[in-house]
């Protein structure tokens, strides 16, 4: 039986390709059936495993937010090199790297970026906690999981690997100076109940980010991993016309 975290993508018929970017401490589990939907309107599609994700905490602690945004880009950079052109899809932390590859811009231009529950910052005692707890801990209760639907699994640790959280702040200060120069059509998908990530991102990102073409979605029906509750449909149909407007 194929292992739900590993990586997964499908080679397509029109010339274009969808990079999916997954959630810290996630899988592409959480977003392998929204890569299908694309790969079976004839998109190639990739969903890579970020360094340190899939194994364990202790492996993820061992990591660090740069070799994850290394990851995405060499994906990215194989899909483009490729193909007429590259949108990139992405969920909570993964869409603080989808707007570091739109930011950078080192090959062609992301098409556009579709961001469901994006994490671009962490307020509150947290923000001041996890640089000082993660010098004596090794771990904390998980953030992932947070799912609506019954049965709903995106394969996340049960465990928050605290080295990785701390480096995960780095990563969230890179994108937040760098927001105005991403310039790609946005379509940001979020839920009104999630767990993990406040709506204060979702607003952050649609007041600084520098595209000039912005549609925003609201969820009713699903918590923080919207890719695998019960508005997924809708996600994937809804990003799928929104890509293809904005090619």
């Keep these: 039986m194929n292992d739900p975290?590993?990586?997964?993508?499908?080679?397509?018929?029109?010339?274009?390709?969808?990079?999916?970017?997954?959630?810290?401490?996630?899988?592409?589990?959480?977003?392998?059936?929204?890569?299908?939907?694309?790969a079976t309107a004839g998109y190639s599609v990739e969903v890579p495993l970020?360094?340190?994700?899939?194994?364990?905490?202790?492996?993820?602690?061992?990591?660090?937010w740069q070799q994850w945004y290394l990851e995405a880009e060499r994906a990215y950079e194989s899909l483009a090199s490729s193909h007429e052109g590259v949108a990139v899809c992405a969920l909570s932390m993964g869409g603080a790297l989808a707007l570091r590859l739109g930011a950078l811009k080192k090959v062609k231009q992301p098409r556009s970026l579709v961001l469901v529950n994006p994490l671009i910052h962490i307020r509150g005692v947290n923000r001041f906690l996890i640089p000082v707890v993660s010098k004596v801990l090794a771990t904390q209760p998980a953030v992932g999981?947070?799912?609506?639907?019954?049965?709903?699994?995106?394969?996340?640790?049960?465990?928050?690997?605290?080295?990785?959280?701390?480096?995960?702040?780095?990563?969230?200060?890179?994108?937040q100076g760098r927001i105005a120069t991403v310039?790609?059509?946005?379509?940001?998908?979020?839920?009104?109940?999630d767990h993990v990530v406040p709506s204060s991102n979702a607003e952050w990102i649609l007041s600084n980010v520098?595209?000039?073409?912005?549609?925003?979605?609201?969820?009713?029906?699903?918590?923080?991993v919207?890719?695998?509750?019960?508005d997924a449909p809708e996600i994937f149909e809804k990003s799928k016309i929104f890509i293809e407007q904005n090619w």
Excluded: C
Excluded at 50 to 64: F, I, Y
Excluded at 145 to 171: Q, R
């Design 5 to 38: 975290r590993a990586a997964w993508s499908s080679q397509g018929t029109n010339g274009k390709a969808v990079l999916f970017v997954h959630g810290f401490t996630g899988s592409p589990a959480s977003l392998t059936s929204w890569a299908q939907h694309f």
């Design 50 to 64: 970020l360094p340190g994700h899939g194994t364990s905490p202790a492996e993820m602690n061992k990591t660090r």
């Design 145 to 175: 999981g947070d799912i609506k639907k019954p049965g709903g699994n995106e394969y996340a640790y049960d465990k928050t690997p605290l080295k990785a959280a701390h480096s995960l702040l780095h990563l969230l200060s890179d994108v």
């Design 183 to 193: 310039k790609e059509p946005l379509m940001l998908i979020h839920s009104k109940e």
């Design 210 to 224: 520098g595209s000039s073409v912005k549609e925003e979605v609201l969820l009713f029906d699903s918590y923080h």
């Design 226 to 230: 919207a890719t695998v509750d019960n």
